[in-house]
């Protein structure tokens, strides 16, 4: 076995993606540090012209298997895992003729992108499976005190800088490389039981695997959770989606609460559900005044009119640039959060003088505005006791060719416009949902209701709070009316179309109601639910 002298520091470098490391690695030479290396990685270096010694020359044992067994030999664990500070250590590996290894250098085979291509096999798969890479990083990170540990090309340059400057790695810097080192082996294995625990007999994979490994990344810690005595952190996605709420950058304002994150969560995905300027603005989790307008300002201001008490210390949130005009009305509110994909000058600085207030600019997907289904989540969680409920998320949408007329009276081009916004943004608002709409509106929303009635009776009274008129609005029904008086009542607030999912045993029942009262009534066919 040829084991470099140890006069000098040395590293080990194996990686499936070689980005930056022929760079890192000749720097590494210029300190005065050994290389070895594995296949690919050694031919790299070697043909660069570094000197670097390959592992089966340092093992004295040839790779084999296919490449399944190179850094799987006492030589390499020894050299990572030795104790410098026990001399029953230094001893062992002395006897043995092992030197040790000072920096690892290893990212593994490609499992996730391998899995993520269409037509991957099982085959496929497995072989993309890294075995000693994760034993390697294993040895290396457990023995972080004597150990560098990298496992991503980001974190060649703060090694490197320390390196140059100090002759070592710091501790603080090997304890942050180990946490790292082991997250990105959780990683690894939590895809891996991911994928294997969908595989059905058939080969096809099912969209809920039999173990569940979510992997999620801290943000931020918070100052409390939904109440002060409740303790909280945010997380994002290992992965997050483009254009979704945890990729915000906070131009100013306070740090956001436990609350504030929730209840942005809920504007942003409901004014994402439009392609035209849009404002919704949420309260406790539900919006209390939707409107879309040809501009930010006009859509601001006719959602403000659906309940402006609510309103007041909101969650607003557009989908479409703020100008100055926009947010010069926006500001003469108390403002919790405000949230859009992009702000003028003008914009910003009508908040300046509100600094409490906070600003989220929320990028747009890479595809534009149109591209928002990049930044919804494929399923939605929620925790019950020692245990979890897992669906896929509700992102149902609606075409005006999926209605299906069902009274004597059809419903205007303009009413049917006026039904699918209501549809939207009943989708939402808390069970019981009922949502008066008129011109692109809101105009009375009730929500969360044990009864439908009472939701709809809510609705009616917030719409008269706010001095607004229901004579002549559209209607929407999350669910369907399970009897006739629950239509009665938003007809007799003046409600001329309704768009409800039906399905009730009573369906003729209400429908028949509809006819008798004259008004039109479509059916979508589906329901939300939003618990």
């Known amino acids: 076995m040829n084991a470099p002298a140890k006069s000098q520091l040395t590293a080990l470098l194996s990686v499936s993606d070689?980005?930056?490391?022929?760079e890192f690695a000749r720097s590494l030479q210029a300190l005065g540090i050994g290389l070895l290396s594995t296949g690919g990685t050694a031919k790299l270096l070697a043909d660069a012209g570094l000197p670097v010694t390959e592992?089966?020359?340092?093992t004295g044992f040839p790779e084999m298997l296919d490449g399944r067994v190179k850094t799987l030999h006492p030589t390499i664990h020894g050299g990572l895992l030795a104790r410098r500070d026990l001399p029953e250590h230094m001893a062992a590996i002395e006897k043995h003729g092992i030197a040790t290894i000072d920096l690892?250098?290893?990212?593994?085979y490609p499992f996730e992108a391998t899995v993520a291509k269409p037509g991957c096999t099982l085959e496929d798969a497995i072989e993309n499976i890294d075995i000693g890479g994760p034993a390697m990083v294993r040895s290396a990170a457990k023995n972080w005190k004597d150990v560098a540990v990298l496992t991503d090309a980001a974190q060649y340059p703060q090694v490197l800088t320390e390196l140059q400057a100090e002759g070592v790695v710091s501790t603080a810097t090997k304890f942050a490389l180990s946490v790292a080192a082991f997250n990105r082996i959780s990683n690894y294995d939590a895809a891996i039981s991911d994928y294997l625990s969908s595989l059905q007999p058939d080969g096809s994979r099912a969209a809920f695997p039999a173990q569940s490994n979510a992997?999620?990344?801290?943000?931020?810690?918070?100052?409390?959770?939904?109440?002060?005595?409740?303790?909280?952190?945010?997380?994002?996605?290992?992965?997050?989606?483009?254009?979704?709420l945890v990729t915000a950058k906070q131009l100013q304002g306070k740090e956001l609460s436990y609350n504030n994150i929730a209840d942005a969560d809920a504007a942003w995905e409901c004014v994402k559900s439009f392609d035209v300027p849009t404002c919704v603005i949420v309260k406790h989790a539900n919006p209390c005044g939707v409107a879309i307008g040809a501009n930010a300002a006009e859509a601001y201001a006719k959602a403000f009119k659906t309940d402006p008490t609510s309103a007041f210390g909101g969650i607003i949130a557009f989908?479409?640039?703020?100008?100055?005009?926009?947010?010069?009305?926006?500001?003469?509110?108390?403002?919790?959060?405000?949230?859009?994909?992009?702000?003028?000058?003008?914009?910003?600085?009508?908040?300046?003088?509100?600094?409490?207030?906070?600003?989220?600019?929320?990028?747009?997907?890479p595809g534009g505005a149109t591209d928002w289904e990049q930044g919804r989540n494929a399923q939605d969680v929620k925790r019950v006791g020692s245990g979890l409920l897992i669906q896929t998320a509700d992102n149902r949408g609606m075409t005006r060719a999926e209605l299906k007329c069902v009274t004597a009276k059809q419903p205007t081009p303009a009413q049917l416009d006026d039904l699918l916004f209501a549809w939207k943004v009943a989708k939402y608002v808390k069970s019981n949902a009922i949502v008066f709409c008129g011109d692109g509106m809101t105009l009375g929303v009730g929500a969360g209701q044990m009864s439908r009635i009472d939701s709809a009776r809510i609705a009616s009274i917030k719409a008269g709070n706010a001095g607004l008129t229901l004579q002549g609005s559209v209607v929407a029904s999350d669910a369907f009316f399970p009897f006739r008086d629950g239509l009665d009542v938003v007809i007799d607030q003046g409600a001329t179309c309704v768009i409800q999912p039906g399905g009730s045993m009573r369906d003729d029942?209400?429908?028949?109601?509809?006819?008798?009262?004259?008004?039109?009534?479509?059916?979508?066919?589906?329901?939300h639910f939003r618990h």
């Open 215 to 244: 992997r999620f990344v801290k943000l931020q810690d918070l100052r409390y959770g939904e109440n002060p005595h409740q303790s909280a952190a945010f997380y994002r996605d290992l992965h997050p989606a483009p254009g979704s």
């Open 104 to 108: 690892l250098v290893v990212n593994l």
């Open 319 to 365: 989908n479409c640039e703020l100008d100055g005009a926009g947010a010069a009305l926006v500001a003469k509110q108390f403002v919790e959060v405000l949230m859009a994909p992009s702000f003028t000058p003008e914009a910003l600085a009508a908040f300046a003088a509100k600094p409490n207030t906070r600003v989220l600019q929320i990028a747009l997907p």
């Open 55 to 58: 592992v089966a020359e340092h």
């Open 509 to 527: 029942e209400v429908i028949n109601a509809a006819n008798e009262r004259g008004i039109a009534m479509v059916l979508t066919g589906v329901r």
């Open 18 to 22: 070689k980005t930056g490391v022929l």
